[in-house]
């Protein structure tokens, strides 16, 4: 029998953080048992960068490269979410260390973090620029409010590119998803048949998978399951090989 999306735990977990975030609260090893007693198969190790205060250190691409491919029965891609640090686009990690990464997003953290966003206009053309990095993958969650940007030239230029547009669980209202910048990204993507990865922003081991607020969300618009790289981990290693080919070639 068929599940509805609603009851689905996608086989990866795109964006995960640990203790080395400095804000999380669960180890690797923990986060990776959470995933394996619900039956996942991978999750992506996607530490903040070093421009939140307490994130991990700008090597730490470098570092995770000690870490097991395989924990347990999960596959664990090495990855990271840097920061966008301004409007003039620079990230917290250089290209130098981003190119040992498996799976790169790249997201502003307006606010708390003391990292400004700017207008409309100017954080849509950032997110362009950054997606055009090689070693970067998806924007995260471009659909939060506090970083207005136009979430159409985003999807297209991911489509374009041949990337991933990442839908956030954290970015689904808990009342509601109606009228939502949330809706809006997911029927976008809809719209242009763009691949997303579904995430869970995860900050303790409880929540690795738990995306129930975006996959309910995705099942309201019957999204096409077959646009949702991570609902099975054949999905998201064909995603990576893609990947693979398109960096073959590409120096720092």
């Known amino acids: ?32 048992a959470a995933a394996a007693a619900k039956q996942m198969k991978g999750l992506c190790l996607t530490e ?10 700008y090597f730490t ?10 924990i347990g029965p999960i596959r664990v891609y090495k990855g990271m979410e840097v920061n966008i640090l301004g409007i003039d686009g620079r990230l917290d990690v250089p290209d130098k260390q981003l190119q040992y990464l498996e799976f790169g997003i790249a997201s502003f953290h307006a606010g708390g973090a003391g990292i400004v966003a700017g207008t409309e206009s100017e954080n849509t053309e950032v997110y ?27 999807v297209l230029e991911a489509k374009r590119l041949g990337k991933l547009i990442e839908l956030n669980n954290k970015r689904v209202p808990a009342d509601g998803f109606e009228g939502s910048r949330a809706l809006e990204y997911a029927l976008l993507c809809k719209k242009h048949n763009q691949r997303v990865c579904v995430g869970t922003d995860a ?23 077959e646009l949702i790289v991570n609902l099975t981990i054949e999905g998201f290693e064909a995603y990576m090989q893609e990947r693979r080919e398109r960096l073959q070639g590409i120096t720092v």
């Open 1 to 32: 029998m068929i599940k509805k999306l609603s009851e689905v735990i996608p086989e990866v977990d795109t964006h995960t953080h640990t203790v080395i975030s400095g804000h999380a609260w669960s180890t690797v090893t923990e986060n990776c």
């Open 48 to 57: 903040h960068g070093p421009g939140i205060p307490g994130g991990a250190p």
């Open 61 to 70: 691409p470098h570092s995770q490269m000690m870490i097991p491919e395989m």
């Open 128 to 154: 362009i620029k950054t997606l055009q990095n090689p070693w970067i993958d998806t924007i995260g969650h471009a659909d939060e409010p506090r970083v207005p940007c136009d979430l159409e030239a985003v």
């Open 203 to 225: 900050h303790f081991h409880t929540m690795v998978g738990d995306a129930r607020r975006m996959m309910t969300l995705l099942e309201s618009i019957d999204f096409p399951p």
